[in-house]
Each structure stands twice: as structure tokens, then as C-alpha cells.
């Protein structure tokens, strides 16, 4: 008789080294449930709450977009749509790191002129400013961005990190991070040809802004967020890079007969799937032996397949692992008892 595909509860997560990335001050993640009117919940983090709001005339709130996990700001014209927060006092502070994932849509990408800040400070004019020549950076109010391209960027999810500081040099600390890499330094006046440097300052009691220039009600600019994180400090690179990688950390893997199967025979051809929440590289096991011709097989919208012959009647338990920028997890385990064929030879 041909035996049933099991599937076990257990999963294994195979010890890994990463960087400690310290407990952002803010942490929001844009979902149904951490969003609701006007208020966004903090994704178990250090701070308080975000506000959503619009100071259009006849007023708009972001709201959450469920077709791309984001939340879209300004996608209407004349919205004047963004976010508020606070991050509590800045006394003694001289480096924040801020990290954002948003989509810049390519529509944005008009040949002059600002297209609003992503990041800022009230009251300040130290900002993380985007320009619709395709670039982003930091601004001082001096018609300055300092910064990097975004042109290879457009039209997709990336994750934009910056390191703001007091320090009064356009080098010194400030730092461009695009999906946990560091941009390489000297950056470039993208737009204007020097910063003023009294103006690196952080609000005193830590209240900033998203989509709205700091010391204005000026709003230009859109761009679809799906999270971001605030740090009083300089975390640095190596955590700047696995604040990144986790995003893509797996944390469900499974493992089945594909095509409705739930047997398998001795040396005939089965297609096993595994299926994750992330993509990655993924191999097959046999018996805790890695099945040849299945090694390393990169996912298609995190799922990878391998054809196996088995070559063992009886019980026979098959995993998988994914490995993936953010870590790497073993599958859930699908015991199967093969059977042998109709017809020996």
C-alpha cells in the first residue's frame, strides 16, 4: 500500500551570527492592523505613536493600501498628506539613523525642481530631501541636497537609510545607506553647492516629520511607505546592514509532493515544492543528505521545485532549507513511506 505524506510542526532554525541592531526609538510597520483613523501604532518599539494627517482644505488622510502592504502619501494631487511623531528628547544627541522603506514612483522623475522631504525635523531645516532630478539627500534650507542618485531605485520598494549629525562638515558623519549598502563617499551637491551648516540641528523634544518640510507646510512629493525606524544614535554599519536583511528573514518554510500527491514510489520521478515567506536559495534533503541536482535552487515568488526519485522503499523524510539575506530555516519535515513499483523488473 502507498503510504500518506506526512507533515510535522516542527521547524528548526540553524544557529546564525548577525549584528545587534539596538531598539529603534520608532518602529512602524504599515499593516491594517497597526493603522486605524489617523493614528499609527508602534511596532513594539521604544516610542509613542505616529499621526497621519493633511492640511489640504478639505482634508485627506493617508490610509492604509492593502494591494502593496504601503502607505501612500500625496498620491492624490493636493492632499498635503503626511506624517508626525515624536521622538523625545534630542539633548546630548549628535547622530540619528533613519531608515524608510518607499517606493518612488518614476512619475517623479520631472527634469527640475524639489520634490518634497521624506524626513525632517519642526521648526529645523536639516531635512532628507528628494528632488525630481532623481536624486536624494540631505538639505539645510540652502537650496542644497547633498547626496546620491535614486534613478536605478524608481518604481520599486527599496530601503533608504541616512545617518543625520550635528557634525557642521557635509562628510562628516552623514551617511547614505540604499538596501543596507553604503553609498560611497564624497557624495555630490545634487542640488546647489553648499550647505549651511548651523542649521544640523535636531528638534529638542525629538518632534519630526514625513512628507512635510519642517519649518513649512510645504508638501510636494510622493512616495508610498511600508515602514520606518528613527534611532537617537549612529547604529552604524553593520547594523544599518541587518536592520536591512531582516526584513527578508524567513520565519515559515514547508515542504510537499507537488500536484496534489501524497505518495511516492521507488524510482519513479516526484516533484517536491517548497514554499516560504521570502525568497531565497533553497536545498532539498533526502534522509539528512542533500538530493543531487537540487542544491542551491533559487525561488520564483518563494517557491523553488526539484523532481526526486527515491531511492529507498519505506519511510523516507524530506526537508529543505532556505537560505536568505536575512538568515536561513529549515522546512517542516514531510515524512513519506515510498512504495515499490507496480511492475519489477
Known sequence: MVGTLLLSLFVSIPATSHATVPTPQFWLTASASKISGISWTNDGSAGGSATL???????????????DTSLPLNSTAGTNQYITGVAGSTSGVTAITFEIVMKIPSAQANPVGSAGMVFGWDGSNYD????????????T????VYGVSTTSYLGAFHTYTFVMSTDTTDIGTQRVYIDG???STPYSFLNGSASAPAQKVFHSGGNFDIGRYGSTNNFPGTFNIRSFKLWLSNIGDSAVTESYNMQNKPTSHTIALTSGLNSAVYRTTSTIQSTSDVDGKITFYFNGKRIPG???IQTQSKQASCTWKPAAIGLN??????????????????SI?????????
Not at 534650507?141 to 542644497?144: L, R
Not at 526537508?319 to 514531510?334: D, E, K, N, R, Y
Not at 513511506?337 to 523488473?345: Q, T
Open 53 to 67: 494627517a493633511s492640511y489640504a482644505a478639505s482634508p485627506v488622510n493617508p490610509t492604509f493600501q492593502s494591494s
Open 128 to 139: 532628507i530631501w528628494m528632488q525630481q532630478n532623481n536624486s536624494i539627500g540631505f538639505n
Open 141 to 144: 534650507g540652502n537650496s542644497d
Open 181 to 183: 549598502v553604503k553609498q
Open 294 to 296: 537540487c542544491i542551491n
Open 317 to 334: 523524510r524530506i526537508t529543505s532549507q532556505i537560505v536568505a539575506p536575512g538568515g536561513s530555516l529549515i522546512s517542516s519535515v514531510s
Open 337 to 345: 513511506n515510498v512504495a515499490p513499483r507496480g511492475i519489477k523488473r
